[in-house]
């Protein structure tokens, strides 16, 4: 559509570019505010798993935004349509579930085109990944793996020094060594955990029935802690692009409603529905306990960098945002209507 007349040249390098550069590109038209399909490269089939004739002469943002993340995208069209150029980390929807892009939008004015823009979507979901998941792994295992151990250490000492004297002192002692002890044993077993989602494939193709998964990991739990109040709130059947993988996940985050939840009558509820967003299934656990901390949660969504003093107190919420994202899915936390928290999963719908 670009190689008329003298300026054949020109517009046929940057196509033969564009058609061999390994980004995802769009080319688009502005059609009452919202970018309408006109050509893609094989770069984006690639990445996003969407056959161009499916796209041609298609919004878009119907096909890769998802849908709770529209606002965003509307307004990155505003900068486009106003002759903005856009720069920004986004998370886009494709066939086996969300990735994490840098996202340019790049405006194009040419009266003989059907184009208004370009969009250009580099994929970091995996650089992303292997970035925060080696950050995670140094500096917790560093830090309570260092902090228990002095522990030890010390109280080891001042207990020997006492043995010959059963004090209070020495009771107390004694209690700090063993709780040490037995946080330096839960550490180990997450990262064994850690180390089954970090080595298994991508589980965009397995396909797994939420329900009696969830019912199981209710039931346990009800034996194990019978002073919890468990509900759940579950369909008859809902298929999700998950492996039993999605059995640990579920599982820690009930264990820390429990284990963190200092309330009088402890109360936790497991649901799954079908997703407001189409295509989606969405899997909650909440609790009345105290909120896990922001400067927990911001970490683990991204929202704030890693450094030696905002890591995470432990591998466990780790260990559901890496599950998660094998499945290409998200993870977000909230305030529950019990007061507590509202932990959410939301993953690709299973055919």
Not at 175 to 196: F, N, S, Y
Not at 254 to 278: F, K, L, W
């Amino acid at each position: 559509m670009k190689d008329e007349g003298p300026a054949v040249e020109g517009p046929g390098r940057y196509r033969h570019l564009v058609e061999h550069i390994q980004d995802a590109v769009v080319e688009f038209e502005l059609v009452d505010g919202e970018p309408v399909v006109r050509e893609v490269n094989e770069a984006f089939e690639d990445v996003f798993g969407y056959q161009t004739a499916r796209l041609l002469d298609e919004p878009l943002n119907d096909w890769i935004v998802p849908d709770w993340q529209h606002e965003e995208a509307m307004a990155l069209d505003e900068r486009t349509a106003d002759g903005e150029i856009n720069y920004r980390r986004v998370t886009r929807e494709t066939a086996s579930g969300l990735r994490e892009f840098l996202y340019r939008g790049i405006p194009y004015e040419d009266p003989t085109t059907e184009t208004d823009g370009f969009a250009v979507y580099t994929e970091l979901s995996e650089i992303t990944r292997k970035e925060r998941r080696l950050q995670v792994m140094n500096r917790v295992l560093r830090h309570n793996l260092r902090n228990d151990t002095n522990l030890i250490l010390a109280h080891t000492t001042r207990l020997l020094a006492e043995l010959d004297e059963q004090t209070e002192e020495v009771t107390e002692t004694a209690a700090i060594i063993e709780k040490a002890a037995h946080d330096l044993e839960a550490l180990t077993e997450e990262v064994t955990d850690v180390r089954r989602i970090l080595s298994a494939p991508e589980a965009t193709d397995a396909v797994i029935d939420c329900v009696p998964l969830l019912q199981q990991i209710a039931n346990r739990h009800r034996e194990r802690s019978p002073m919890v109040e468990f509900r759940t709130d579950l369909p008859e059947s809902l298929p999700v692009r998950a492996n039993r993988n999605l059995d640990l996940a579920v599982d820690q985050l009930v264990d820390n409603a429990i284990a963190h939840n200092c309330a009088a009558e402890p109360r936790v509820r497991i649901a799954a529905a079908e997703s407001d967003a189409n295509g989606w299934a969405s899997l909650r656990v909440d609790d009345n306990g105290p909120l896990i901390p922001a400067t927990e949660t911001d970490v683990i969504t991204g929202e704030a960098e890693i450094s030696a003093t905002r890591h995470g107190s432990g591998l466990g919420l780790w260990l559901v945002k890496w599950s998660v994202d094998h499945f290409g899915g998200e993870l977000s936390f909230a305030t529950s209507e019990m007061g507590g928290n509202s932990v959410r999963i939301r993953l690709p719908r299973g055919e």
